[in-house]
């Protein structure tokens, strides 16, 4: 069976950071490209960063959070990370992790995500 595990969010202040975990079984994730997304309540959940499979070399970011939030992945761990530093109150909403490719209207296959709100 199929887990993501997120966890790592909370409530941080305008320009705080915070690094985000999801922990994958039932998949040898080694082998796969992964991502991170969020939702906002009412919106549709949208890609933030994703990085290539194995070595994790290659990494792609959305533009809102370009230069602000880095991707990595610990394959041993099977864990993959979000660090987000200078976060604003736009970054609010629950954060998922997922294989790349997922696509993010996806009804089905998502872990509880994890909540990041940013105060001003």
């Known amino acids: 069976q199929v887990q993501f595990v997120e966890s790592g969010g909370g409530l941080v202040q305008s320009g705080g950071s915070l690094r985000l975990s999801c922990v994958v079984s039932?998949?040898?994730?080694?082998?796969?490209?992964m991502a991170w997304f969020r939702q906002v309540p009412g919106n549709q959940r949208e890609l933030v960063a994703s990085i290539s499979a194995v070595s994790g070399s290659t990494t792609n970011y959305a533009d809102f959070v370009k230069g602000r939030f880095t991707i990595s992945r610990d394959n041993a761990k099977k864990t993959i990370y979000l660090q987000m530093n200078d976060l604003k109150p736009e970054d609010t909403a629950v954060y998922y992790c997922n294989t790349a490719g997922t696509p993010s209207d996806d009804p089905s296959g998502w872990g509880q995500g994890t909540q990041v709100t940013v105060s001003s």
């Open positions: 039932g998949l040898v994730v080694r082998v796969l490209p």
